[in-house]
Each structure stands twice: as structure tokens, then as C-alpha cells.
């Protein structure tokens, strides 16, 4: 990708996530934030290298697909998968993540977060009404923020001591983004968040082996 691309890409990426440049303020707090992914980076490296993810984008709606195994039975991944109020602890690129209406399974979470291409740091908002379905399945679709559309299934799905992580979303930005572009910023925000998860989930397996 050329200089020229790069920064053609990053008014596109600002225009998808219909957000302004972050504040300095905010722009602290994300460096300030402790990189949890460190200590488990050992275990997680085969995991983490087999993080499969599918980018398909005809110019309106974008298409993500991703699958990878964790070394937990379905109930740990459910944990760390639920955990909204908890997400900015591990995942740097999300500020803020806030439970704000829960009635029995069915759960609104109100986010904020960031991504950062190069130079350009870009913030977006999102509230989600969440649909859990147990240990098996955890279905999401943005009732208000910065896209069109953005529906999200995650599925956990029982392998032994593992459990296979499948993830399908859908979105429709703000704008068209042409596809080409669109999949350099996808795929690496959609594979660190993937890795963000896999470091929580191994980092928690860890504490609890050495607390028994």
C-alpha cells in the first residue's frame, strides 16, 4: 500500500467510524493503559497464530468471519466473553463499556473506544442490545452509534477441553469504503480484538490454576 493510500485509507476509516479525532485526554488514557497480553504470551502463540479471519466487502456492507480454538472448556470462554464492564481492562481499544439495562438474558451495553492506523487515532460510540443465549451462543445488534448497521453472532462451541470460537458479523458504515481498504483496517482491528480475548481467557485459565 502506497503513502498515498495509507492516508486515504485513514479519512475513510474516520468517515466509517463517523467519530472525531480523540481527544488528548483520552489519547492518555489509552497509553496508559497495562498490556495484559504479555505474561501469557508464550501459551497463547499457537492459539493466537490460528486466529482465522475473513474480510468480504462489495463497497456497502462488510462481511467479518472469524474462527480459533481457546484452551477452556465453553463456560471460562463465557466469562470473559460476558465480562462488558471488564472489556477496557484487557482490550486497549475499548475506552469505556458499560452494562446499562440487563432483563433476564437480554442485555443493552453502552461503548467507547478507539482505533489507531499509523498517526491517525480515531474514537467511535455504539450501544448494543446483547441476546445470551448460555455457554452456546451471545447474539448482538447496534441500536444506536456510528454505522448504519452492525449485527454480531459469536458461537462457542464445545471440542474436547477447547472451545471453538466462530464469529460472524455484519456491518454497514456510515459511508462506502472501497474494498481493498476497508479489508487492511478490518482484519487488523478484527484479529487484535480476537487476540485480546485469547490473552484474557489464558490469563484467567492461569490465576485459577495457580489459586487451586
Known sequence: MTKLQITFAAVLLNLFLGGPVLAEEEKKARSEKTPTLNPVRQVMDPHDKNIAINIQNDGEQIVVD????????????????????????????????KVTDRTGNNVHVSQKGVTKYGFFTFSFESVREINLLPFRKIEERMISGSMRKMEET???????????????????????VPPGIAKVFIKREAQDQFQAIVGEIIRRKQMNVASQ
Request: charged share 10%; proline share 9%; aromatic share 12%.
Open 66 to 97: 472469524a474462527n480459533f480454538i481457546v484452551p477452556v472448556v465453553p463456560q471460562q470462554a463465557w466469562a470473559v466473553l460476558t465480562d462488558f464492564d471488564n472489556i477496557p481492562k484487557f482490550n486497549s481499544s475499548v475506552l469505556f463499556s
Open 154 to 176: 459469536t458461537q462457542l462451541l464445545p471440542e474436547g477441553n477447547e472451545t471453538r470460537i466462530s464469529y460472524h458479523a455484519v456491518f454497514v458504515p456510515g459511508v462506502g
